[in-house]
T-cell receptor, first 117, second 117 residues
Framework: AQKVTQAQTEISVVEKEDVTLDCVYE???????LFWYKQPPSGELVFLIR??????QNEISGRYSWNFQKSTSSFNFTITASQVVDSAVYFC??????????????FGKGTMLLVSP | GAVVSQHPSWVICKSGTSVKIECRSL??????MFWYRQFPKQSLMLMAT?????????EQGVEKDKFLINHASLTLSTLTVTSAHPEDSSFYIC?????????????FGPGTRLLVL
């Protein structure tokens, strides 16, 4: 069984603050993928990043950065200098390798980020 | 790239009617499409996995006769909510997976809000 835990239900910050969204996962597989998606108020899920289990390099994309630590089964997401447009629900998800394809995504419960001016 | 559309975006219908929702991958071929349901302030719940040319695989607890899924081509999957009732009111989201080597990312449509009166 696999599980994704996003312990932070809601986070409120003021614009320009840095914020880190936590994600902890459980899986028995050695090959798996981790994802972050953003769901703004409009409802559409926006793909942010995919990371495979063999690539522990941290990644930076503009104001976004991700810290993957296999030792603690965590895949945390940091937004630097947050902006009001960052306000959304952020989902962490886990996909395991199954034969020639991939299993379905297991989503965390999401973290609602509110950035105020 | 990797754009998924859904139609319609909003549906209001009377109890007892059937509603069809279309999901299209616009710029890639999707061997597999997924249908999710999301209640307010909750995470996504996978309803079924749809593979092109074969029967959909439904998650436990999802009535296959209630939620008919057809994946007729590599770019189109449809979800029909038959004899809809107020409890079927929800936000339905589809996703499509681009099956490149090593690629497993699901790209999501904008969702369809269904209100059954």
């Amino acid at each position: 069984a696999q599980k994704v835990t996003q312990a932070q239900t809601e986070i409120s910050v003021v614009e320009k603050e840095d914020v880190t969204l936590d994600c902890v996962y459980e899986t028995r597989d050695t090959t798996y993928y981790l994802f972050w998606y953003k769901q703004p108020p409009s409802g559409e899920l926006v793909f942010l990043i995919r990371r495979n289990s063999f690539d522990e390099q941290n990644e930076i994309s503009g104001r976004y950065s991700w810290n993957f630590q296999k030792s603690t089964s965590s895949f945390n997401f940091t937004i630097t200098a947050s902006q009001v447009v960052d306000s959304a629900v952020y989902f962490c998800a886990l996909s395991e390798w199954v034969d020639s394809g991939y299993s379905t995504l297991t989503f965390g419960k999401g973290t609602m980020l509110l950035v105020s001016p | 790239g990797a754009v998924v559309s859904q139609h319609p975006s909003w549906v209001i219908c009377k109890s007892g009617t059937s509603v069809k929702i279309e999901c299209r991958s616009l710029d890639f071929q999707a061997t597999t499409m997924f249908w999710y349901r999301q209640f307010p302030k909750q995470s996504l719940m996978l309803m079924a996995t749809s593979n092109e040319g074969s029967k959909a695989t439904y998650e436990q607890g999802v009535e296959k006769d209630k939620f008919l899924i057809n994946h007729a081509s590599l770019t189109l999957s449809t979800l029909t909510v038959t004899s809809a009732h107020p409890e079927d009111s929800s936000f339905y989201i589809c996703s499509a997976r681009e099956e490149l080597a090593g690629e497993g990312t699901q790209y999501f449509g904008p969702g369809t809000r269904l209100l059954v009166l």
